[in-house]
T-cell receptor, first 112, second 113 residues
Framework: QKEVEQNSGPLSVPEGAIASLNCTYS??????FFWYRQYSGKSPELIMF????GDKEDGRFTAQLNKASQYVSLLIRDSQPSDSATYLC????????????FGKGTKLSVKP | GAVVSQHPSWVICKSGTSVKIECRSL??????MFWYRQFPKQSLMLMAT?????????EQGVEKDKFLINHASLTLSTLTVTSAHPEDSSFYIC?????????FGPGTRLTVT
């Protein structure tokens, strides 16, 4: 059973702080890794994707991938109240044709 | 990013009736589209994978005769919930596949009374 694990939270950080969201996956052959943001009652929105080991930065967001440890994370710098949402980690298993396996999501709350 | 639309955004229907939900990729061609269902406070559950011009592939436990999927063109997939029951009430979300990522529609909230 291919799994993606996330801490459900809630993760609470003060405004302006760095929020760190973590995700582990079971399929060592996984190729692609995605972070989605989902506001309550809305559908997921793609924030970032990463394919290679290391860091990938986009504005206030940094995705980090460590395939040896089967670990992917998302850092949000200068967190804003508008960042409060559920963050879904998704993994494309090895050999898949686009199917994604989603974690259950981490709820982030940024306090003003 | 790529845009996917869904229609309707919400629908209320009586038990026993059928409901059709449309999913369109507006600015890209989606050879593959996915249908998900999400119950309150739970994660996305993949229902089926829809490939243009072929039969959909359903996940284990999803009744293909109840959830009819048609993907007649590269920009349109439809999900029909037949003989809907209150337990089918949920948030139905489609996505279109880009290169490797998926772009989600805004979702359709179905309430069966």
């Amino acid at each position: 059973q291919k799994e993606v694990e996330q801490n459900s939270g809630p993760l609470s950080v003060p405004e302006g702080a760095i929020a760190s969201l973590n995700c582990t996956y079971s399929d060592r052959g996984s190729q692609s890794f995605f972070w989605y943001r989902q506001y309550s009652g809305k559908s997921p929105e793609l924030i970032m994707f990463i394919y290679s080991n290391g860091d990938k930065e986009d504005g206030r967001f940094t995705a980090q991938l460590n395939k040896a440890s089967q670990y992917v994370s998302l850092l949000i710098r200068d967190s804003q109240p508008s960042d409060s949402a559920t963050y879904l980690c998704a993994v494309s298993p090895g050999g898949s044709q686009g199917n994604l396996i989603f974690g259950k999501g981490t709820k982030l709350s940024v306090k003003p | 990013g790529a845009v996917v639309s869904q229609h309707p955004s919400w629908v209320i229907c009586k038990s026993g009736t059928s409901v059709k939900i449309e999913c369109r990729s507006l600015d890209f061609q989606a050879t593959t589209m996915f249908w998900y269902r999400q119950f309150p406070k739970q994660s996305l559950m993949l229902m089926a994978t829809s490939n243009e011009g072929s039969k959909a592939t359903y996940e284990q436990g999803v009744e293909k005769d109840k959830f009819l999927i048609n993907h007649a063109s590269l920009t349109l997939s439809t999900l029909t919930v037949t003989s809907a029951h209150p337990e089918d009430s949920s948030f139905y979300i489609c996505s279109g596949q880009g290169n490797y990522e998926q772009y989600f529609g805004p979702g359709t909230r179905l309430t069966v009374t």
